[in-house]
């Protein structure tokens, strides 16, 4: 079992950028794909972007190609996200997730706390 605790979620106005942080517990984090969620008020979970064990193969949700770039640290067990010119539709908790494949990944419902990320106009 990984146990997963998100951070750098905050304030921002548009145009802005923040990275969000997750780190994870458990020996075997290398050997996950790793992922990054997002829930708006009264929508559903919405997939943002998807890194293989490897980290050489990443994936990412139309609306957020070229503004958002996932990557892993497998020294501090920890997976990133960097957002840059961030949009208010960009407003959402967002979640890490973890599992066995990127295909698995994407039917992932364990979420944990989640941070808070809200882009001013």
């Known amino acids: 079992q990984v146990q997963l605790v998100e951070s750098g979620g905050g304030l921002v106005t548009a145009g802005g950028s923040l990275r969000l942080s997750c780190a994870a517990s458990g020996r075997t984090f290398s050997s996950y794909a790793m992922g990054w969620f997002r829930q708006a008020p009264g929508r559903e979970h919405e997939f943002v972007a998807a890194?293989?064990?490897?980290?050489?193969?990443?994936y990412y949700e139309d609306s957020v190609k070229g503004r958002f770039t996932i990557s892993r640290d497998g020294a501090k067990n920890t997976v990133y996200l960097q957002m840059n010119s961030l949009k208010p539709g960009d407003t959402a908790v967002y979640y890490c997730a973890y599992s066995d494949t990127i295909a698995t990944l994407l039917v992932y419902n364990d979420w944990g706390q989640g941070t808070q990320v809200t882009v001013s106009s």
């Open positions: 890194i293989d064990w490897s980290g050489d193969n990443t």
